[in-house]
């Protein structure tokens, strides 16, 4: 059984199928899906990074290719390159940062393996719509690839008319990666899961006996006892904390959207609609990797020492010439006052950065 035994000594299940589950568990676990899923495993990992190391275990051989989305989760990249898989990079339209299926499809050969995607998007903050999901699901199934998709941030869609960002599921070539750090609140705790077909089994459980053996039983039973509430409910005296967070992402908007409006960057400037992120365009043109990698830790710099904000480049997501930032950890009452600061520095930062060749730089 999922969270399996509760006595805190000796060794866990390494995994279980869902339908075997105590209902209300695996029902929020996949957040209030309403069916039994045939033919698939779930595995509890130590946070969903180490779900995504078992699966490419499992799938990859050494020099396989993998595919991943611009601008992509570093986590991601690095477990492919240490597990000796080539990561090959799909671009996005910068105007939608989202993906065309044409340029996915060109870039799969006889070494693809799989391709990776993060729905909603870290760190574009944006959910790729149904329509997109379905049509990448039946291009890797024509290709006989795998569809990987990290679901961390499934429960913070603010627009639109699901909560939950769209997923294909049961399906034999689609593998789904869970966690309890984002909605839940538990990212210390380690506790992720993932949902894969059982003809991946044996390898699935290969990785798991010989990475962590299972997710640590403490965390386990402190997740369990998360999971029986559901992170969406709430009342209208009482809204829960993504309903609070939409406002503090709408704050952040107010302030940055007339920063981008009547520059060069103005169509660059994506609003995201899930998770707590903003990718923010700084530069139109690129030069090399060390130059933009360069001017993005000039940029992150400059905003740190000036204007006391801390945002990540781009260069680690694969797309330097972007900064991002996160509005996650600030309440409605204060979210004004780090937008201001984070909309005067990057003000700044148009103003500075480089937009084309002979320009002034910092």
Same mark, same amino acid.
């Given at each position: 059984?999922l969270w399996?035994? #509760? ?6 299940a390494?995994c +279980? +199928? ?7 568990v695996?029902?929020h676990?996949?957040?209030s899906e309403q069916?039994v899923?045939?033919?698939q495993?779930l595995?509890i990992?130590?946070g969903a990074?180490?779900?995504?190391v ?6 990859c %051989?050494a020099r ?9 989760y570093?986590s991601?990249?690095?477990a492919?390159?240490m ?10 339209? /910068?105007? #939608?940062?989202q993906?065309?299926?044409?340029d996915?499809a060109?870039r799969?050969t006889?070494r693809?393996?799989?391709?990776v995607?993060v729905n909603?998007?870290n760190?574009?903050?944006?959910v790729?719509p ?6 990448m699901? @039946?291009?890797?199934s024509r ?12 429960e913070?869609v603010h627009?639109g008319?699901?909560r939950?960002?769209?997923s294909? #599921?049961?399906?034999d070539n689609?593998?789904r990666?869970f966690t ?6 538990l ?9 894969y077909?059982? /003809?991946?089994?044996? @390898?699935?459980?290969?990785? *798991?006996?010989?990475?962590p #053996? ?11 006892? +998360?999971?029986?509430t559901?992170?969406?409910h709430?009342?209208?005296?009482l809204p829960c904390n993504i ?6 992402r709408?704050t952040?908007i107010?302030?940055l ?6 520059t060069p960057f103005?169509g660059?400037?994506?609003i995201?609609?899930?998770a707590f992120y903003?990718f ?5 043109t690129?030069g090399n990797?060390?130059?933009g990698?360069?001017d993005d830790?000039?940029?992150?710099d400059?905003l740190? /020492?000036k204007h006391?904000?801390?945002l ?5 997501f694969?797309m330097a010439?972007y900064l991002?930032? +996160? ?5 409605? %009452?204060r979210a004004?006052v780090?937008a201001?600061?984070?909309a ?6 148009? *103003?500075r ?6 320009e002034?730089?910092?």
């Amino acid at each position: 059984m999922l969270w399996a035994n #509760t006595v805190i000594r000796g060794y866990d299940a390494l995994c +279980s +199928s869902p339908h075997a589950t105590d209902g209300r568990v695996s029902e929020h676990l996949l957040q209030s899906e309403q069916h039994v899923i045939p033919r698939q495993e779930l595995m509890i990992t130590a946070g969903a990074n180490q779900a995504f190391v078992n699966v490419i275990l499992a799938t990859c %051989d050494a020099r396989d290719q993998v595919l991943l989305i611009l601008p992509y989760y570093f986590s991601h990249f690095n477990a492919l390159v240490m597990t000796g898989v080539i990561p090959v990079l799909v671009p996005i339209e /910068r105007e #939608t940062l989202q993906p065309k299926l044409a340029d996915i499809a060109q870039r799969i050969t006889p070494r693809t393996t799989a391709l990776v995607v993060v729905n909603p998007g870290n760190p574009s903050g944006k959910v790729f719509p149904k329509a997109l999901m379905e049509g990448m699901r @039946d291009l890797c199934s024509r290709s006989g690839i795998w569809l990987i998709i990290d679901e961390a941030y499934r429960e913070f869609v603010h627009q639109g008319e699901s909560r939950i960002a769209f997923s294909p #599921t049961n399906v034999d070539n689609v593998v789904r990666i869970f966690t309890a750090s984002k909605a839940y609140g538990l990212a210390g705790w380690r506790i992720g899961a993932v949902l894969y077909p059982k /003809r991946l089994s044996a @390898d699935m459980r290969k990785a *798991q006996d010989t990475i962590p #053996t299972h997710a640590c039983r403490f965390s386990e039973h402190v997740a369990y006892e +998360s999971l029986l509430t559901n992170p969406l409910h709430e009342t209208t005296a009482l809204p829960c904390n993504i309903t609070l967070l939409g406002k503090v992402r709408k704050t952040f908007i107010a302030f940055l959207k007339p920063v981008y409006e009547n520059t060069p960057f103005e169509g660059d400037f994506v609003i995201p609609d899930s998770a707590f992120y903003l990718f923010l365009p700084y530069r139109k043109t690129l030069g090399n990797a060390q130059d933009g990698e360069r001017d993005d830790m000039e940029a992150v710099d400059f905003l740190a /020492r000036k204007h006391g904000v801390l945002l990540v480049p781009g260069f680690a997501f694969g797309m330097a010439g972007y900064l991002r930032a +996160s509005y996650g950890c600030f309440e409605e %009452d204060r979210a004004s006052v780090a937008a201001g600061k984070l909309a005067k520095g990057m003000r700044e930062v148009l *103003q500075r950065a480089k937009v084309g060749e002979g320009e002034e730089g910092w």
